[in-house]
Structures are given as structure tokens and as C-alpha cells.
């Protein structure tokens, strides 16, 4: 096994074009897994808030097939046609396709294309800005969870406990050895991320009346200030919130939405997060002192 490892790690250490085509290989590939993230997490969250409905009610949970992110396979939702592995290489077998189902020929979705190519172009970046470092690993983590997080907001306006805390305690971590920032920066900025949001939730509801965002907003952004720390929480939460803006007030002007129509705020603390992996230092010299 070593005899093989070796020298693709002296490639990758070596040579900077090899690493970048493995990310973005490895992204589009991720990038794929995370169309089956996005449809099955929330659904796996439904099932399992009914369960727990019913066992507090002191009901039998009825027994349901197995659901989970394996199991079953991917299938058309159209004629049910099991979908086969060289109908499941990214980007390409969708082009091969032409959009449409193997077997019934039904239109497929073009955000799963989309979603392989986002994944495999941020994987590709972050092998440029970081290359042959363990920064690079965590990266990639990190761009993958807010690409999941993304299309999941869109869908449901939902933040999964399941990716938002894990991506904290992950930031934490790295940090404790100086990775994106120090580990003081990383604390407190994990807790002025939760409680900047908190506090502009209760506000907003003690004026509205009305909840303007939602918990899983307070956890993604606490996040994000685990990872690259208080400092840049500023940059963030104001490139959010100008981003987010802009898209809400041209919804109203172009598609005849309302200011009462939700809109996700969690793909604009993504963009926020993204911005922070790459541009940290010049978004934070603007408003911080050299």
C-alpha cells in the first residue's frame, strides 16, 4: 500500500496541476453524493420528527422502509428506472443524457449538474489557493458543507443540526493549532456569530412580531466565526446581508413577490463563508488596522 501511496503523494507535493485535477475530480464526484444530501436529509428529518410525534403522543411508529443516504438506490421519479453508474458520472452523463431520463426519456433537473459543477470549481480553487497543505483538506470540507447547506436552505429553509454543528466543532478544532486564525479568535467569534443573529432575530420579532430567520441562520454563522474568527464576521454578515438585498429587492421589482415572501438566509452566509476562505485578508484590511 505505501509503495503506491508514495509516489502519488510526491506527485501531489510536487506538482500543483496534479493536485488540482484530483479536487476537482474528487468535487465533482462529492459534488454528485451531495445531489442525494440534499434531496434525503430533509426527508430523513421529516421521518424522524414524525417518529418522535408519535412516541411522545405514546403511539406505535409504524414500520417504514428503510430511507437513508444509501439505501434505496437513486431512481428516476418519474418511471422509477434505477439509475445505473455510468448514468452517474458528473456533468457528463447528464450532457450524454441530454437532460432526459434513460429509460423515459422525462426531463432531469439541471441543478444536479449544477451542483457537481459548483462543488468540482470550488473543490479546483481551493487546491489553487491553498495547494499541497492539510489547510486544503479542511477546506474542501468546509466548501463541500456550505454547498449541502446552500441548496438545502433553498429547498426547505432548513439548516441541518447535522452539518451546522459538526462544521463548528470542526473549526474549533482546527484552530486550536493556528490553522485559519488563532483559537481565542475562533471562540469568541463562534460566539458573536450565534449571538449577533440571536439578537437581531429578537429584535426583529419584538418589532415585527414575526421571526425573521431562524435558528439554524445563528449555528451556520457561529460556524463560520469558529473557523476564521471575529474578525471577519463584519465582512461576512455584511456582504449576507447586501447580497441578500439585492436578490430580495429584485424578486419584488422582476417576479412579483412580496416583502412577506422568505427568503433563505442561509445561501448568503455561505457566499459570506466562501468569501472569507478566499479573500479573509483584503475583505478584513478594509475596516481592521495593519
Not at 36 to 49: A, D, N, T
Amino acid at each position: 500500500m505505501t509503495e503506491f501511496l508514495e509516489p502519488v503523494l510526491s506527485l501531489l507535493r510536487t506538482e500543483p496541476h496534479f493536485l488540482q485535477g484530483v479536487c476537482l475530480v474528487l468535487g465533482l464526484l462529492v459534488g454528485s453524493f451531495l445531489n442525494v444530501v440534499i434531496h434525503r436529509l430533509p426527508k430523513m428529518m421529516e421521518r424522524e420528527w414524525h417518529a418522535n410525534c408519535l412516541d411522545l403522543q405514546g403511539k406505535d411508529v409504524p414500520e417504514q422502509p428503510k430511507y437513508n443516504l444509501v439505501v434505496p438506490r437513486s431512481s428516476c421519479p418519474h418511471c422509477g428506472h434505477m439509475i445505473g453508474a455510468l448514468e452517474n458520472i458528473p456533468v457528463i452523463s447528464y450532457l450524454f443524457l441530454r437532460g432526459r431520463c434513460k429509460a423515459c426519456k422525462a426531463p432531469i433537473s439541471i441543478r444536479y449538474p449544477l451542483v457537481e459543477a459548483l462543488t468540482g470549481a470550488l473543490s479546483l480553487a481551493v487546491a489553487v489557493q491553498y495547494g499541497y497543505s492539510p489547510l486544503t483538506l479542511f477546506a474542501l470540507v468546509f466548501v463541500i458543507a456550505l454547498v449541502a447547506l446552500t441548496f438545502i436552505d433553498f429547498d426547505t429553509q432548513l439548516l441541518p443540526d447535522d452539518i451546522t454543528l459538526p462544521l463548528l466543532w470542526l473549526g474549533l478544532l482546527i484552530n486550536l493549532n493556528n490553522g485559519f486564525t488563532d483559537i481565542t479568535s475562533a471562540v469568541v467569534g463562534a460566539m458573536a456569530g450565534y449571538l449577533v443573529l440571536w439578537a437581531v432575530y429578537w429584535l426583529f420579532k419584538l418589532v415585527t412580531g414575526k421571526e425573521g430567520m431562524g435558528y439554524g441562520d445563528f449555528k451556520l454563522l457561529a460556524a463560520i466565526g469558529a473557523w476564521f474568527g471575529w474578525q471577519l464576521l463584519p465582512a461576512v454578515i455584511m456582504l449576507s446581508s447586501v447580497v441578500g438585498s439585492v436578490i430580495g429587492i429584485g424578486l419584488i421589482l422582476f417576479k412579483g413577490k412580496t416583502r412577506q415572501t422568505a427568503i433563505p438566509f442561509g445561501p448568503f452566509l455561505a457566499l459570506g463563508g466562501i468569501s472569507a476562505l478566499f479573500y479573509g485578508h483584503s475583505l478584513a484590511a478594509f475596516y481592521l488596522m495593519p
